[in-house]
């Protein structure tokens, strides 16, 4: 089986420290073997965290390093959880939400930041079912917040 962690090693990734959660809420909550994962931001660049709108003041292309980055703080949120990504039996499902303009179209090519990277990191275990929603607006003014399901080895 292909190690998740050696594999976030062989990409040269870091993960981060992991987001606290925004309120009264925890980043994840276990039932049975699946692992419910809140929704995370993107991670600061500059020491700022994004803000604006897809289609405004960010392209789609810039939403797709977002939902990697974003990507980025679920697993740390796995690993945090679970102790190594290599419990990770399977990403069942991904959501995404975008900050966006009423004329943006490009939704699936932002949300593949996010999904490109799971299966980078997890190979054929990180494919998993998603959905990708625009929103008017998002917390903070943040461009992409994604949240993921995945299910737990024994």
């Known amino acids: 089986m292909l190690s998740a ?8 990734l870091v993960l981060p420290a992991g987001s606290a959660p925004a309120a009264n809420y925890a980043n994840a909550v276990r039932s049975g ?6 929704g995370k931001p ?4 500059d020491g700022r965290m994004p803000k604006g709108r897809l289609g405004r003041e960010y392209t789609a292309e810039e939403g797709y390093r977002f ?6 703080e679920l697993m740390a949120v796995m690993r945090a959880e ?24 490009a939704h699936p090519k932002v949300l593949d ?5 799971l299966v ?20 903070g003014g943040l461009p992409v917040i994604v949240k993921a399901v995945v299910e737990v080895l024994p």
């Open 33 to 38: 073997n699946l692992l419910f994962i809140a």
């Open 120 to 139: 980078e990191v997890f190979g054929e275990r990180g494919v998993h079912a998603r959905s990708v929603l625009g929103a008017s607006s998002l917390r």
């Open 67 to 72: 939902a990697r980055s974003a990507a980025l």
């Open 5 to 12: 962690e050696q594999r976030i090693r062989d990409l040269g």
């Open 42 to 45: 993107p991670q600061p660049e």
């Open 113 to 117: 930041g996010c999904s490109d990277l």
């Open 82 to 105: 679970l102790g190594s990504l290599d419990r990770v039996a399977r990403v069942v499902e991904v959501q995404g939400f975008l900050n966006a303009v009423p004329e943006f179209e």
